[in-house]
């Protein structure tokens, strides 16, 4: 059972996304067959971390939400239009991350093009 937790880690990080030891998870497979120079390489760390920066505030709201739907849920009697209300708030938090998520790989791609 261990072997089979540990292979299982190990396909994981192998597959699409893999790992890079510069950029972390999700950047050891490159699109086209090409590592990146040490110029791109530059460029993809500094996308890297504003796209991190830009998501973090999403993120962090996205788990307040979903704790203050939980709360909602928690309650004797839910309030069945506020329960909706939120899930509509974290719905629309995981929309905006997905959409900055697809600009960012994007943004990656033009890069190991050039």
Do not use: C
Request: no cysteine; hydrophobic share 35%; net charge neutral.
């Amino acid at each position: 059972m261990a072997m089979a937790l540990v292979l299982s880690g190990s396909l994981a990080l192998a597959g699409p996304g893999g790992w890079d030891p510069v950029l972390g998870p999700g950047y050891g497979w490159y699109p086209f067959g090409a590592s990146p120079t040490s110029e791109q390489s530059e460029e993809l760390r500094s996308r890297q971390e504003a796209y991190l920066k830009e998501i973090t505030p999403l993120q962090n709201d996205l788990f307040s939400q979903k704790m203050e739907l939980r709360l909602l849920w928690a309650q004797t009697n839910p309030d069945q239009k506020k329960i909706m209300t939120k899930q509509r708030e974290i719905n629309e938090l995981r929309q905006e991350l997905q959409e900055i998520t697809t600009r960012h790989q994007f943004e990656i791609r033009k890069i190991l093009r050039e």
